[in-house]
């Protein structure tokens, strides 16, 4: 693919950088820069758009709690652990003009408080130092702490240290009992920043439209045309998934509107015919991809307007196509796309985001930088690793997964109570004594990047019960390293002690097949199975209502943008079609939008559903779940006039082992429930079984209807898989297999037997 105006893309991203980091922040809350380099201008506005100038606006407060910080629960000083950091990120877009840090903690009334205190340190620099006075010893104490908004960079760090002593003897412990200080959750940091209006430029992006410093919830408003074909729609779909892919664990959601909104930026799709308020088409040359002010706003907001347009819906879905795949490829104000090429076919379970199951697979492609697998300090955080894996793992051959992990850690001088424990999604798996170095076996040479000597380093072969490991998994190593003091005055703690997790460590499921029951909406809210079965959900079809409103475009964008976070892939080859044309991918997985005239069809459907919703009447159905034969236990059939939505799964009628799953409201806006608990954390586990109903707060999963089974199993496992099912089967599956035996051994021992008589 081609563009129209290349240019060297890092030291374009170097220019702009310095020129807004110069021209927008004053000098009295200005960030703190490096060397000083020349200023690059920006690019020269088109005919259809103007320049925006790297100045700075009013913005806004927010406050971020300690767990948007890092912290997730109490954060505890000890005397050889006595420093926490908190980490706080800055858009690209935004400079900090106030921050205020409120520090909530306790300390120990047990310490000689003219020697003890707490330093706040932001970026390494010194900010402020907290007494430790004895009245307000063991009691909760509130201090708020002014941080110079001219020490913000885009990565900050935030340390807490406590000094603490508690005796003038200079044997002092620092394992003492009393050198404690608890910060508690109730701390909080109140930011201010200002807008930056960054020039129009595609070698920006995807910022400003998502910033990876962001912790935030993407939320990015897609300006459709009015009545947007299935073709607009996909082009949308498909730029969604990749937003949400970006976007990751902070999940995103993309609100529908008409014409740009005028306090965000904003993603518009446009056609010569179909076009947002303030976007010039009129030299359209091709499909092309632009960035613009957001006409909405005041050209001194920095809003900005990415368009994706062509002369037709093909060239449209052209731009969206070259937008995500080679966006890095752009600079300037607009790139026209002269080709482009989705490459070979994907095969199934390639997902970016999945681990591979078909090979051994090591710890440093699960994690994005090797030192994600260290730690340092005497009672570190755990070090975590964290792994996707298709849910449709079925463990017929073993009962656990074999996990090699190997270590290096500074070693104790003696036997004593250093550890290293193993867990998974916090279970505990093994506990490993620590083994002190031996000296006379050491080896004298060091091995970089490793630690020396041999006994320094451990490996472990540890069975992972499958039962454990499911969609997503992390995988915790919690070194403890124990006190090496013998006696009084000793030793001395050092802040010497390391320990890390080999790169090289491994686990392997190569020995698992793929073979599920389905439907299980547990497996769509959790890895978007069987959509992401292949990552660019080639076997997927959207089924839209004929003549769909926002609401349901907005369900359509956040389930594709959903789809991409758990893949990491877009939906490039994902299929939209309308009620009405659902005979032209029968053969496909369906995501069905059910409200307008997919609500219809869905009532088509009704005998095979679970449960089927219109605007005014619910008819649920109620199976028995026996494998034999599973029949219909009863059904209601109620009239309500309150909300109601659900998420049900069914086996396709129209192909067999393919599924189908429906989002369902009695009205459009009611939809947005459903999302609601698929992006809350703390409510998708509720999501199970093949009918989900959500009724305001209250989440209900249900298994209700009948169930089939999908993926492949060798002949030999799926008739032992088949026969476990049914307890008379097994038992004259154990009788023949008992007959069998001992007639192989009766008829081995007969021809012994004769064998004998012969001589």
């Given at each position: 693919m081609r563009v129209t105006r290349p240019v060297r893309f890092g030291s374009l991203i170097l220019g702009f950088v310095v020129a807004f980091a110069a021209a927008a922040m004053p000098p009295q809350s200005s960030r703190r820069a490096g060397p000083s380099t020349p200023e690059t201008p920006a690019p020269a506005a088109s005919s259809t758009v103007a320049a925006a100038q790297p100045i700075a606006v009013a913005g806004q407060t927010r406050q971020l709690s300690l767990s948007d910080m890092g912290g997730y629960e109490t954060v505890k000083l000890r005397g050889v652990d006595p420093t926490t950091t908190l980490n706080v990120s800055v858009r690209n877009d935004e400079v900090v003009t106030a921050a205020r840090l409120k520090l909530v903690y306790t300390y120990s009334p047990s310490l000689i408080y003219a020697l003890s205190h707490l330093k706040i340190y932001l970026n390494g620099e010194v900010i402020a130092t907290l007494p430790l006075d004895k009245d307000s010893a063991g009691g909760t104490v509130r201090k708020d702490i002014d941080l110079d908004p001219r020490l913000f960079t885009d990565f900050n760090r935030i340390s807490v240290q406590m000094i603490a002593h508690y005796t003038m003897d200079h044997c002092e412990d620092p394992y003492h009992s009393t050198l404690w200080t608890d910060i508690s959750p109730e701390t909080s940091l109140a930011l201010t920043t200002s807008d930056i209006a960054l020039p129009n430029s595609l070698a920006l992006l995807p910022a400003p439209f998502f910033d990876r410093r962001d912790n935030r919830s993407l939320n990015i408003p897609f300006v459709l045309p009015a009545q947007a074909d299935p073709a607009v729609l996909r082009a949308a779909g498909v730029v969604s998934s990749w937003l949400g892919a970006l976007a990751d664990w902070r999940g995103a959601r993309f609100p529908v509107s008409a014409a740009p909104p005028a306090d965000s930026h904003a993603?518009?799709?446009?056609?010569?015919?179909?076009?947002?308020?303030?976007?010039?088409?009129?030299?359209?040359?091709?499909?092309?991809?632009?960035?613009?002010?957001?006409?909405?706003?005041?050209?001194?907001?920095?809003?900005?307007?990415?368009?994706?347009?062509?002369?037709?819906?093909?060239?449209?879905?052209?731009?969206?196509?070259?937008?995500?795949?080679g966006q890095v490829s752009m600079s300037g104000d607009r790139a026209l796309?002269?080709?482009?090429?989705?490459?070979?076919?994907?095969?199934?379970?390639?997902?970016?985001?999945?681990?591979?199951?078909?090979?051994?697979?090591?710890?440093?492609?699960?994690?994005?930088?090797?030192?994600?697998?260290?730690?340092?300090?005497?009672?570190?955080?755990?070090?975590?690793?964290?792994?996707?894996?298709?849910?449709?793992?079925?463990?017929?051959?073993?009962?656990?997964?074999?996990?090699?992990?190997?270590?290096?850690?500074?070693?104790?001088?003696?036997?004593?109570?250093?550890?290293?424990?193993?867990?998974?999604?916090?279970?505990?798996?093994?506990?490993?004594?620590?083994?002190?170095?031996d000296t006379s076996a050491a080896d004298r040479q060091f091995n970089v990047p490793l630690l020396s000597?041999?006994?320094?380093?451990?490996?472990?072969?540890?069975?992972?019960?499958?039962?454990?490991?499911?969609?997503?998994?992390?995988?915790?190593?919690?070194?403890?390293?124990?006190?090496?003091?013998?006696?009084?005055?000793?030793?001395?703690?050092?802040?010497?002690?390391?320990?890390?997790?080999?790169?090289?460590?491994?686990?392997?499921?190569?020995?698992?097949?793929?073979?599920?029951?389905?439907?299980?909406?547990?497996?769509?809210?959790?890895?978007?199975?069987?959509?992401?079965?292949?990552?660019?959900?080639?076997?997927?079809?959207?089924?839209?209502?004929?003549?769909?409103?926002?609401?349901?475009?907005?369900?359509?964008?956040?389930?594709?943008?959903?789809?991409?976070?758990?893949?990491?892939?877009?939906?490039?080859?994902?299929?939209?079609?309308?009620?009405?044309?659902?005979?032209?991918?029968?053969?496909?997985?369906?995501?069905?939008?059910?409200?307008?005239?997919?609500?219809?069809?869905?009532?088509?459907?009704?005998?095979?559903?679970?449960?089927?919703?219109?605007?005014?009447?619910?008819?649920?159905?109620?199976?028995?779940?026996?494998?034999?034969?599973?029949?219909?236990?009863?059904?209601?059939?109620?009239?309500?006039?309150?909300?109601?939505?659900a998420l049900v799964g069914f086996e396709s009628p129209y192909a067999r082992k393919r599924s189908v799953v429906a989002l369902e409201a009695n009205a459009s806006d009611r939809l947005m429930d459903v999302l609601d608990v698929l992006g809350d954390d703390a409510r998708v586990g509720e999501v199970r079984g093949d009918l989900t109903v959500v009724r305001q707060k209250?989440?209900?999963?249900?298994?209700?209807?009948?169930?089939?089974?999908?993926?492949?199993?060798?002949?030999?496992?799926?008739?032992?898989?088949?026969?476990?099912?049914?307890?008379?089967?097994?038992?004259?599956?154990?009788?023949?297999?008992?007959?069998?035996?001992?007639?192989?051994?009766?008829?081995?021992?007969?021809?012994i037997a004769a064998r004998r008589l012969d001589r």
């Open positions: 993603v518009a799709f446009a056609l010569p015919n179909a076009h947002p308020d303030g976007v010039n088409l009129t030299d359209l040359k091709g499909p092309t991809v632009l960035v613009m002010p957001n006409p909405a706003s005041p050209p001194e907001s920095g809003r900005k307007l990415l368009v994706i347009a062509g002369r037709d819906a093909k060239e449209l879905q052209q731009a969206a196509d070259a937008l995500v795949l796309v002269n080709a482009i090429d989705l490459g070979p076919e994907r095969k199934p379970y390639d997902a970016p985001n999945w681990a591979p199951v078909d090979r051994v697979v090591t710890f440093k492609e699960l994690v994005t930088d090797p030192s994600q697998l260290e730690a340092a300090g005497f009672n570190p955080p755990a070090i975590r690793v964290k792994m996707r894996l298709p849910p449709d793992m079925f463990a017929w051959a073993r009962n656990s997964v074999p996990l090699d992990v190997h270590y290096r850690y500074t070693a104790p001088s003696s036997y004593n109570d250093s550890v290293l424990n193993v867990g998974i999604n916090d279970q505990l798996l093994r506990s490993v004594r620590l083994r002190p170095l000597g041999n006994v320094s380093r451990g490996a472990e072969e540890i069975r992972v019960p499958a039962l454990r490991i499911g969609s997503n998994n992390e995988f915790q190593f919690q070194f403890h390293m124990d006190s090496q003091k013998t006696g009084l005055c000793v030793s001395t703690a050092t802040n010497s002690a390391r320990a890390a997790i080999d790169p090289d460590s491994t686990i392997d499921f190569s020995q698992f097949v793929h073979y599920t029951s389905m439907p299980n909406l547990a497996f769509i809210a959790s890895s978007g199975y069987p959509f992401t079965r292949m990552a660019d959900l080639a076997d997927t079809a959207v089924v839209m209502p004929d003549a769909p409103n926002a609401k349901d475009q907005e369900a359509f964008l956040a389930l594709l943008g959903r789809m991409g976070r758990m893949s990491g892939l877009p939906a490039l080859r994902v299929s939209v079609v309308p009620a009405a044309s659902i005979d032209t991918v029968k053969n496909k997985d369906l995501i069905v939008i059910g409200t307008g005239s997919a609500a219809d069809l869905l009532g088509k459907w009704g005998k095979g559903m679970p449960m089927v919703i219109e605007r005014s009447q619910n008819q649920l159905q109620l199976r028995e779940q026996s494998r034999g034969a599973p029949g219909t236990v009863g059904s209601v059939d109620v009239s309500v006039n309150g909300p109601m939505a209250v989440v209900v999963g249900l298994s209700a209807g009948e169930t089939y089974d999908v993926g492949h199993l060798p002949w030999y496992a799926w008739l032992w898989v088949h026969i476990s099912r049914y307890p008379v089967l097994m038992a004259i599956a154990g009788i023949l297999a008992g007959l069998f035996v001992a007639m192989s051994v009766f008829w081995a021992l007969g021809r």
